[in-house]
């Protein structure tokens, strides 16, 4: 974990410092099965949770040295980190070069302090939505806790106040409306991830489902089963 957390921070420190190489986009930009759209569709479970910026938290703990509870003043007070993306959803839409605008998930880390022993995350929002995923696919420099989009803050459909950013997986991979962050020393599923979603969900691998050869239940409409 160690020298893998100082590679991430020095990659970051760079995208940070606008110093960072662009990534050179390939020209065939879209993960298998997906299709590019232009607008930016809602997917929920059918409530969007309104939470006031004064009652608003933001709880990190687990396996950490340094829990903290962030109030939204505190929040907006850490490093602002801003990064261009793509955006690929499970039920095959993409969108690419989606601008969000936050706070970075290394930042996160590094003010909580991961232990030696975390090896996972898991994210709780607003609306009783969870995911899970590994600690080092958070810490990649491009995951964002978002509170900003196209330069305007989020709206509540689209998760804020603040919502998670993970570009390299499937968006459910992202919690809206994020309340709880989690450091683990095991994983534990989320919401879709129990309901027969992949695990590892990676766009570039159409790790769409546990079980490739089975739709699960309620696929494509992403609306709460209850
Ligand atoms: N809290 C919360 N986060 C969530 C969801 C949700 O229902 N609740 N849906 C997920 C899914 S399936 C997708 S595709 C994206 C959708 O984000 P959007 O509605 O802004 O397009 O959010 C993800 N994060
Ligand atoms: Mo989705």
Not at 78 to 85: A, G, K, Q, T, Y
Request: contains cysteine; charged residues 25%; aromatic residues 12%.
């Amino acid at each position: 974990m160690k020298e893998s957390y100082i590679a991430a921070k020095e990659r970051w420190a760079q995208k940070m410092a606008g110093k960072a190489k662009p990534t050179g986009r390939s020209a065939d930009r879209l993960p298998p099965g997906q299709r590019q759209v232009h607008n930016f569709p809602v997917l929920d479970l059918g409530l969007q949770p309104d939470v006031s910026p004064d009652k608003w938290e933001l709880k990190i703990g687990g396996k950490v040295e340094n829990p903290v509870t962030l109030s939204w003043k505190e929040f907006l007070a850490l490093p602002e980190f801003s990064d261009v993306s793509d955006f690929h959803c499970v039920t095959t839409w993409s969108q690419f070069d989606m601008e969000f605008a936050g706070v970075a998930f290394f930042t996160l880390a590094d003010l909580v302090k991961p232990k030696p022993e975390a090896t996972h995350v898991f994210f709780k929002s607003y609306d009783g939505y969870s995911t899970n995923n590994p600690l080092d696919v958070c810490m990649d420099d491009d995951v964002i806790i978002a509170h900003s989009w196209n330069g305007k803050p989020l709206t509540k459909e689209h998760g804020g106040l603040a919502r998670v950013i993970i570009p390299k997986r499937y968006a459910w991979k992202g919690a809206k409306f994020i309340r709880e962050i989690t450091f683990m020393d095991r994983d534990i599923l989320g919401f879709w991830e129990v309901r027969g979603y992949s695990n590892t969900a990676d766009p570039w691998l159409e790790e769409r489902f546990a079980n490739p050869s089975s739709v699960p239940p309620g696929f494509g409409s992403e609306t709460a089963v209850s």
